[in-house]
Antibody, heavy 122, light 108 residues
Framework: EVQLVESGGGLVQPGGSLRLSCAAS????????MSWVRQAPGKGLEWVAN????????YYVDSVKGRFTISRDSAKNSLYLQMNSLRAEDTAVYYC???????????????WGQGTTVTVSS | DIQMTQSPSTLSASVGDRVTITCRAS??????LAWYQQKPGKAPKLLIY???TLESGVPSRFSGSESGTEFTLTISSLQPDDFATYYC??????????FGQGTKVEIK
């Protein structure tokens, strides 16, 4: 079964750090672009970051540049999001997602995790 | 950055109605647009990619079309399971892969 399972969310104080993980199974992880998408409480979806299948290209939404780092480990079939200098506005459910076709990013994201909740509050 | 303007934000409809949701891109995105359905507390589900290609397993009452920078999701006959929030997302460039603001389809 193709599956993504996120972990690592929790409550953190403003200025703090968290590392999210996403464990992939059931597909050739090393062939797919992967992304993080978040959703603040009661709000819409926001794409956060993506990473090419070999990790050679990474892109971020402006609001997290310099604070968040996306990475992947194909040996562990895992995607990560290191989040530093967290702010209240980073409070959201964070989803990892797989691009629809191997080696391409333009065809949407077809496999999503269940999400992990990050709350930034003092 | 490319902006995606989705409308309406809320739509009230009845079972059996034909429903249309629109996304307008701020510049050309070719056909690199996807549509998702999201239900409360759940992850989004891919419905359509490349503007008009139906994802495997998605009912044929869903369809997508494009005209220039305007993209449309149509549900030909709304079913009880279709009451949800729908989002468009563009993939024209490497980043950012912007979403529309979402359209909540409610029971009339």
């Amino acid at each position: 079964e193709v599956q993504l399972v996120e972990s690592g969310g929790g409550l953190v104080q403003p200025g703090g750090s968290l590392r999210l993980s996403c464990a992939a199974s059931g597909f050739t992880f090393s062939s797919y672009w992967m992304s993080w998408v978040r959703q603040a409480p009661g709000k819409g979806l926001e794409w956060v970051a993506n990473i090419k299948q070999d990790g050679s290209e990474k892109y971020y939404v402006d609001s997290v540049k310099g604070r968040f780092t996306i990475s992947r480990d194909s040996a562990k079939n895992s995607l990560y999001l290191q989040m530093n200098s967290l702010r209240a506005e980073d409070t959201a459910v964070y989803y990892c997602a797989r691009s629809r076709w191997p080696f391409h990013f333009q065809y949407g994201m077809d496999v999503w995790g269940q999400g992990t909740t990050v709350t930034v509050s003092s | 950055d490319i902006q995606m303007t989705q409308s309406p934000s809320t739509l009230s409809a009845s079972v059996g109605d034909r429903v249309t949701i629109t996304c307008r891109a701020s510049q050309s995105i070719s056909s690199w647009l996807a549509w998702y359905q999201q239900k409360p507390g759940k992850a989004p589900k891919l419905l359509i990619y490349k503007a008009s290609t139906l994802e495997s397993g998605v009912p044929s009452r869903f369809s997508g079309s494009e005209s220039g920078t305007e993209f449309t999701l149509t549900i030909s006959s709304l079913q009880p399971d279709d009451f949800a929030t729908y989002y468009c997302q563009q993939f024209n460039s490497y980043s950012p892969w912007t979403f529309g603001q979402g359209t909540k389809v409610e029971i009339k």
